[in-house]
């Protein structure tokens, strides 16, 4: 019985010395995340005056001029930049003699002309000026959310304009364009 033992015994010694390399052993996990949330931004662009501000100006004589305060607002949720564009209808002698320029609003009045200029002065008619700031490059004026940035506009009638001018009228159109950032 003990011969049979032994012989077992060196039998299982012999045949576990033929595995080679050991145990292998593969964990894997796979984690969960839970309450993941994604939301949406806004960019929501507008542009309005001072509230004691307009941008008509009637019954202009060569050498007239008039300043006045735009605001332009991002009531969204992103950070956005804006690009400015002008365009003109009615007369286009009218709109070639008037001067724009704009500048950056201060802590001053739009009256003290203290600001940067950001354009200008050029001719009022698109031709001139086309697109007043640039569009989504770099240069473009940006605006926080839930912020305003303050710009001034100054149109002038040159003193020694046409006398063919007189009873013209020229309308301009101003088109902000955002984008966020």
């Known amino acids: 019985m003990r011969r049979i033992l032994l012989t077992a015994l060196l039998l299982i010694g012999a045949l576990s010395g033929f595995v080679k390399g050991g145990t292998y052993a593969m964990y894997t996990s796979k984690p969960t995340s839970a309450n993941n949330t994604f939301t949406s931004g806004t960019v929501t662009l507008s542009a309005g005056l001072a509230p004691t501000n307009t941008l008509t100006m009637t019954n202009l004589v060569p050498g007239d001029s008039f300043v006045a305060q735009l605001d332009v607002k991002n009531n969204g ?10 365009g003109t209808t009615g007369s286009a002698s009218l709109a070639s003699a008037l001067q724009l320029t704009i500048r950056t609003k201060t802590a001053n009045p739009c009256a003290s002309v203290d600001g940067t200029v950001l354009s200008g002065p050029g001719a009022l008619s698109s031709g001139a000026l086309g697109n007043v700031l640039q569009g989504f490059h770099a240069g473009d004026r940006s605006v926080a959310p839930a912020g305003t940035d303050s710009l001034c506009f100054a149109v002038a009638f040159p003193a020694g304009s046409a006398s063919s001018l007189a009873g013209t009228t020229t309308i301009a159109t101003f088109t902000f364009s955002g984008q966020e950032q």
Do not use: S
């Open 77 to 86: 949720t992103l950070p956005l930049y804006y690009a400015l564009t002008t």
